[in-house]
């Protein structure tokens, strides 16, 4: 799951990531995303419906009838290779729609 960094995020192995971007934090337990998440260092950010999005009229009426995708964060929390097999197109042809997607998340 993406996260918007509210605060900026250090490892203890010097990795830095900065306040204001969207990060996939699966290396961080669910326990200390919980922590993060209840004193506000991070937010899920809201994403709004893929009809919404200029040009996605056609592939959010797929998405949503045929794997029950209908917002932003649940094409990209889903699996390409899921998605490309449900829908028979190829999984380079999903994650290009995951990156187009992402642009949209404010």
């Known amino acids: ?5 509210l605060d ?5 192995d010097g990795r830095f990531l900065a306040a204001g971007t969207l990060q996939r934090l699966d290396d961080i337990s669910d ?3 919980g922590i993060l998440l209840e004193n506000g260092a991070i937010a899920i950010p809201a994403t709004p419906p ?3 999005l200029p040009g996605w009229e056609t592939r959010a009426r797929r998405l949503e009838r045929s794997c029950e995708i ?4 649940e094409l990209l929390d889903a ?8 829908l028979r197109t190829r999984t380079d042809t999903v994650k290009a729609w ?5 642009q949209f998340i404010k």
């Open 1 to 5: 799951m993406l996260y918007r960094l």
């Open 8 to 12: 900026n995020l250090s490892y203890k």
């Open 31 to 33: 326990r200390v995303i």
């Open 50 to 52: 893929l009809a919404t």
């Open 70 to 73: 209908v917002t932003i964060m």
């Open 79 to 86: 699996d390409p290779a899921r998605i490309a097999a449900t």
């Open 98 to 102: 995951q990156v187009e997607a992402q």
